[in-house]
C-alpha cells in the first residue's frame, strides 16, 4: 500500500486520486481490483467524457468543457487570490491583531469554501 505523506493537521495530501476530481481516494483494505474512482459518480462522468473525447475525435487527456464552468471556477480562484492579497497586506501592515486575523481567516475560508466543494461537472447535465 502506498504510504500517504500528510499536510498540515494530518491529513492526506497525495497518494492514489481519483481520475476524475483528483480527491485522495480512501485507502483500500485486502486485494482486488485497484480503486480508481472516489464515486460512483466520478466513474461516470469520467465516462461520458471518454465517450465525448471519441465523438470529437480528440485524445482522451484532452478534456472539453462548458465555458460556464470554466467562468465559474476562475472566479472562485479570483475571490481567493483577493483573500489571500488581503491578508498577506493585513499581516505586512503593522501588528496583527487576534481580532484582524480572525477576520483574515473568516475571510479565506469563506474565499476557500466553494473551491473545497467544487467539481467540474456542470448542473445542468
Ligand atoms: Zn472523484
Do not use: N
Amino acid at each position: 500500500m502506498t504510504k500517504l505523506s500528510t499536510g498540515v493537521r494530518g491529513r492526506a495530501v497525495d497518494g492514489p486520486r481519483c481520475r476524475w476530481c483528483r480527491r485522495v481516494l480512501p485507502e483500500q483494505s485486502g486485494a482486488g481490483r485497484k480503486r480508481v474512482f472516489c464515486s460512483q459518480a466520478c466513474r461516470q462522468w469520467d465516462w461520458v467524457a471518454r465517450q465525448r473525447a471519441r465523438e470529437l475525435k480528440i485524445s482522451e487527456d484532452e478534456l472539453v468543457i462548458a465555458r460556464a464552468v470554466i467562468d465559474s471556477l476562475y472566479d472562485d480562484l479570483y475571490v481567493l487570490a483577493c483573500a489571500v492579497d488581503d491578508t498577506e497586506r493585513e499581516m505586512k501592515a503593522g501588528k496583527p491583531t487576534v481580532r484582524s486575523m480572525t477576520e483574515a481567516l473568516e475571510w479565506i475560508m469563506e474565499a476557500a469554501r466553494p473551491l473545497r466543494d467544487r467539481t467540474l461537472t456542470s448542473h445542468d447535465e
